[in-house]
């Protein structure tokens, strides 16, 4: 469902098209023409009896001396067509190599998630007991705030780790 992959795939399409359109330049071609009508020599017997006129030609063409156009043009509609099918192989690979990576991606960005959320309820706890022993008078406020700010920096760790996964899902769903 790819655009890229469907544009290479009709233009592969078309390629192999321009092939037949070129093959067929080979064979004879048959043109009828016809026409029917009125004739006559004075303007107000136009439509009279026995006025009528008609007239047939067939053709027939034959490509027997062209310089070797005709073979010219059927190479280049295969050379054409060889070049189609290494785009079309080369945007499929380019499709498979996006997911791959971005399959990966989201992979080693779970993980890292995971670290972070660990060391951000880490933090968490070290804040709970900073705090815990402030209360108590046994630590002084300078111990609080640092353990403040390194809780809310794990915290915005984890945070931006997790937007960064989420934008690496939204990629994925996108490549496939």
């Known amino acids: ?93 380019q499709a498979f190599r996006e997911v791959a990576d971005l399959l990966n991606a989201r992979e080693k960005l779970a993980e890292q998630l995971a670290a972070q959320q660990a060391n951000a309820d880490a933090q968490s706890q070290r804040l709970k007991l900073v705090e815990a022993r402030y209360e108590a008078g046994i630590a002084n406020h300078l111990e609080v705030l640092d353990a403040q700010r390194e809780s809310f920096a794990a915290q915005q760790g984890a945070l931006q780790v997790r937007r960064t996964l989420l934008s690496a899902a939204a990629q994925l769903y996108k490549a496939l």
């Not at 992959?5 to 016809?34: M, Q, S």
């Open 1 to 93: 469902q790819r655009p890229d992959v469907l544009a290479a795939e009709h233009k592969l399409i078309a390629a192999n098209a321009n092939i037949g359109a070129a093959r067929a330049a080979f064979l004879p071609r048959i043109t009828l023409t016809g026409s029917v009508g009125t004739a006559s020599r004075t303007l107000a017997g136009l439509f009279d009896a026995g006025s009528g006129a008609w007239s047939f030609q067939p053709a027939l063409t034959l490509p027997l001396f062209d310089a070797g156009r005709t073979s010219a043009n059927a190479d280049v509609a295969e050379a054409r067509k060889v070049i189609a099918v290494a785009e079309y192989e080369k945007t499929i690979q």
